[in-house]
């Protein structure tokens, strides 16, 4: 019996990859070791692009770049032929701000004053590396700078009216006079960029990339008003350098995303924005790799109903769907009942709940869960089979 293992991380407690390895540990404990198992680790674009990058095949890569507050990290990218995987957060996240690392809330300092210069940085890696066609997963991100950091990390230069570069940050454009373009990195002419988000927010305004996502960040209300000015000043100015499509790039869908980096992606590197579970299913290869299964095992850490909005195990379940293929669901928790579940392509959702009604231990203790309802799978796979079954339809469960 084949089984396709395509789960997304489990937030707060196992990677992807993680979830992969505990769920074939506890199904071949049940199947006795008699099952050929494909394991395909999936994100939907954020956390866990790159995991699932390496897990079909690119090779991990890493670069000292400069981390939101200016100190260095060491940030992977993932590479495949001509093409690289960028996980933004792994240069630019949230959780490399050193007051979250040591636990704390992030604050209005670095709410302002944090860059996504260290995502230009690995862009450049991957172009060193013969990258021209660049998959820019976006989540998780620090900054509110519009994506000014990433272009400075190409080679543009930011200027106040006395022709000195910005600090970096998105409070700094507020005094943007000029972006000089002499040094800008020459590759990127031939070179191809996909967005991978499902934000759909715009650059600025109620809705816009500082009074959503600001406060996220640590923006307090009056920073969110000077980071959206701030906003502002940098379309203004962009569009004299490069024309009217830098105000257009504000208003289109994805704009707002990941501190306004969609926004220069979409105006200056031309970046085409898609779902990112599509973009993360097709260099997956999902599609060619569910040939001749028998069942796929899909899941998240909760599954609910913002998961049926286009998250990853949709994504997953509409792929299998289309090959006729039975899908079961595993997860930490759910809310959906059993129409949901059916009507969202689901034969089965097993949760780590049903066997431990601790949400804190489920979390702390994820992995020896997984495996306990990969062997109660497998067991159900073998009660429900008739001796001579053969066809997918008596698989389901």
Known sequence: MRIVIAPDKFKGSLSAPEVCSHLEKGLQ???????????IPVADGGEGTLDAAVGSGFTRRTATVSGPTAQPVEADFAVRGHEAVIEMATASGLTLVPSVRKGARPDSASATTASSLGTGQLIRSALDAGCRRIVLGVGG??????????LQGLGARFLD????ELPPGGAALANLHSIDFTDFEPRLV?????????????????????????PQKGATPQDVGMLDAALARFVEVLAREIGFRAVKAAEAPGAGAAGGVGYSAIAVLAATRR?????VLEFTGLADRLAGADLVITGEGSLDEQSLLGKTPMGVARAASAQGVPVIAVCGRTTLDHDQAAAAGFDDIHALTALETDVNRCIAEAGPLLEQLGTQISAGLAANRPAAASTKEDLRV
């Not at 404990?29 to 394991?39: C, E, F, M, P, Q």
Request: net charge negative.
């Open 161 to 164: 009216s006395r022709n000195n």
């Open 29 to 39: 404990r049940g199947a006795g070791g008699n099952l050929d198992i494909v394991r």
């Open 190 to 214: 031939d070179t191809r960029f996909v967005l991978a988000s499902d934000v759909d927010n715009p650059l600025l305004g109620a809705l816009g990339a500082a009074a959503v996502f600001g």
């Open 141 to 150: 991100s620090a900054n509110t700078d519009g994506g000014a950091g990433l």
């Open 275 to 279: 779902p990112g579970i599509d973009v």
